[in-house]
């Protein structure tokens, strides 16, 4: 029994670092493959691994317990309203598989920053390297085709379109490209000058893989979060990124004749506001309980095409959800951001992504109970990360305060 003991206890601690080393692959995933390879690599390193900690998965409440209580009865709601959708009792155990992978991603999170005292500069500096890296590979395959006699900067590209692997989304590439931006623009006033002309380069290369994308909500979300970043700190360095971008945007679009090519896509048609429109009628239907996880829905937009989801994670708690639903999710966010505020300084990072990502499913989010997805990149792993990094000690390095130098 000694024996078996020993050995079981080798075996859970190499799935602590296994599903640590998982979490990174797969953020690492997301800019270098499509969809399908991302899921397939969180369940074999993640997932897998999870299979052997369930025992220590009580720990993870230790970060705080009605914080992560509310997020389990948020998901445990979502997997019970699949009995009313009258898809069949199938759709309760995806559900039920889903949340699970959801506990799985959590537990890697909370032991990633359990054993990194700066989670948020581990977290910041991870996306600032594979950001400058996967940026300067899709930019070599943007400048290869324009070489070739196609013009990059009139179509509009995913990741998979510039380089015949990667995301096939562009809206959801965009997405992806936004967090090494943040992260840049968060790190930028504590580096050294060296460092800090490095983040502009990088800030300027993953902008264009964004502007590449031709995605407007992206863009939309990044400035607005970037301006609550700046209200927040009251640093001088912002301004002085603001003023900077704002030079080199203008520099951009006069020397390579971008005005027509942004006065397009700005007055490209968006059917949002008629799909909207038609979810906000089913949800008044269904006010309470919603229609249910699993429900299918088909809501009609521009010259008879259909949408499978409403375009806004938002609108689809509350369709399969009702205001049950919607209410469980707004206590759930509500109750995280306040365990971020009244923590420590290391978790704020967080909360502006979690920010980012939340205006970025406003519209164009599915719901939010999936399989790994960018509703996972912009919502629950934040969302995670600020519940558990908020109860880590004070990183160093931070510095807040009235327009700090």
């Not at 950001?131 to 070489?147: E, K």
Request: glycine letters at 10%.
């Amino acid at each position: 029994m000694i024996i078996g003991k020993k050995h079981f206890l080798l075996v859970e601690n190499a799935a602590r670092h296994l599903i640590v080393a998982g979490l990174f692959l797969y953020l690492g995933a997301l800019y270098f493959v499509d969809t399908n390879r991302q899921n397939t690599i969180f369940y074999l390193s993640v997932a897998l691994p999870g299979l052997l900690l369930l025992g220590t998965s009580k720990d993870v409440l230790s970060v705080g317990f009605k914080e992560v209580r509310f997020v389990f009865v948020f998901l445990l709601y979502l997997v019970a309203s699949s009995l009313w959708s009258g898809m069949g009792i199938a759709n309760f155990f995806v559900a039920l598989k889903y949340s699970f992978y959801l506990a799985c991603l959590m537990l890697s999170i909370h032991l990633f920053v359990s054993r990194t005292p700066a989670g948020e500069q581990a977290m910041t500096r991870f996306f600032v390297l594979i950001g400058f890296l996967a940026s300067l590979v899709y930019l070599f395959f943007a400048f290869r085709s324009a070489f070739s006699g196609a013009n990059p900067l009139v179509g509009r590209y995913s990741l998979n379109d510039l380089s015949g692997w990667g995301e096939n989304n562009p809206i959801t590439s965009a997405v992806f490209f936004g967090l090494p931006v943040l992260a840049a623009w968060w790190r930028y006033p504590d580096e050294k000058l060296a460092s800090r002309i490095g983040l502009l380069f990088l800030m300027v290369a993953c902008m264009g893989v964004m502007f590449l994308t031709k995605s407007r909500g992206p863009f939309l979300s990044l400035a607005i979060t970037l301006l609550f970043v700046t209200v927040y700190r009251r640093n001088w360095s912002d301004i002085v990124l603001w003023a900077v971008y704002g030079i080199v945007g203008l520099g951009f679009v006069l020397a390579l004749d971008l005005h027509s090519v942004i006065a397009d896509r700005v007055s490209a048609p968006d059917y949002r506001m008629e799909i909207w429109s038609q979810a906000l009628g089913l949800i008044s239907e269904r006010l309470l309980w919603g229609y249910g996880y699993g429900s299918v829905v088909a809501l009609s937009f521009g010259a008879g095409d259909l949408a499978t989801h409403s375009h806004s994670s938002i609108l689809e708690v509350l369709r399969v959800g009702g205001i049950a639903g919607g209410a469980l999710f707004l206590a759930m966010v509500f109750l995280a951001v306040r365990k971020c505020l009244s923590g420590n300084a290391g978790a704020k990072f967080f909360l502006f992504w979690l920010i980012y990502g939340v205006m970025c499913l406003s519209t164009n989010g599915r719901l939010l109970l999936s399989r790994p997805s960018v509703e996972w990149v912009a919502f629950w792993i934040p969302l995670f990360f600020m519940l558990i990094a908020s109860g880590n000690s004070r990183e160093p390095g931070r510095r807040d305060g009235a327009f700090s130098t």
